[in-house]
């Protein structure tokens, strides 16, 4: 598409007068975070890296490296660095969640339960843990446990937005739960 290259090229130019004026490890992140959301990601990691540097025991810049590998597929680079995002902040959700879907995309589903009811263990007021279980348990085929983990998260707060998805839909119950705890939003 023309327009969309033509808008990463403008974005990119901006990004670099950008960086010419903060270079601190903050911009890095920020601009590698932008890179990261267009799907730069060699971009991003190069950025991501430099933060790290500069900054070696700021966690926020690991996680962000960590993610930006598991989006890219670098499963085993995402799981190393996520775990030393760990050891700098161990009871960051955000990190420990990135782990968890890491560890379910790379196809270690062991490791990945282990992650999420680590979440769950952590803060069961948080619904990262049992989202993060309803997609490990439907990809193991077990549509009666996910509807436990979706009732639960919703419990915790989960939006309408987030529940109303083709992948839960078919769940035994689904509609159910909508009507309960979404009344105003659901149609009959």
């Known amino acids: 598409n023309t327009l969309a290259s033509a808008v990463a090229d403008c974005l990119h130019h901006l990004i670099k007068q950008a960086m010419g004026y903060d270079s601190s490890a903050w911009a890095l992140l920020m601009v590698g975070e932008t890179y990261m959301d267009a799907g ?7 950025l991501m890296k430099r933060a790290t540097v500069l ?3 700021d966690f926020f810049g690991w996680g962000f490296l960590g993610q930006c590998y598991s989006r890219s597929g670098r499963y085993e680079e ?3 660095t996520l775990l030393h995002t760990l050891s700098l902040a161990p009871h960051d959700l955000y990190t420990q969640n990135d782990l968890a879907d890491t560890y379910r995309l790379s ?3 062991d490791a990945a339960r282990e992650a ?3 979440i769950i263990d952590m803060n069961p007021e948080s619904p990262f843990g049992y989202m993060g279980m309803i997609k490990l348990v439907l990809a193991g085929g077990k549509p009666d446990e996910a509807m436990i983990y979706l009732e639960k998260a919703v419990q915790r707060g989960v939006s309408f937005e987030e529940v109303n998805i083709p992948e839960f839909k078919g769940l035994p119950g689904f509609a159910e739960l909508m009507k309960k705890h979404f009344p105003d939003q659901v149609k009959d």
């Open 40 to 46: 730069w990601y060699d971009k991003a990691i190069d």
């Open 55 to 57: 900054k070696p025991n």
């Open 78 to 80: 995402a799981i190393r």
């Open 107 to 109: 196809g270690d589903l």
């Open 116 to 118: 999420y009811l680590k």
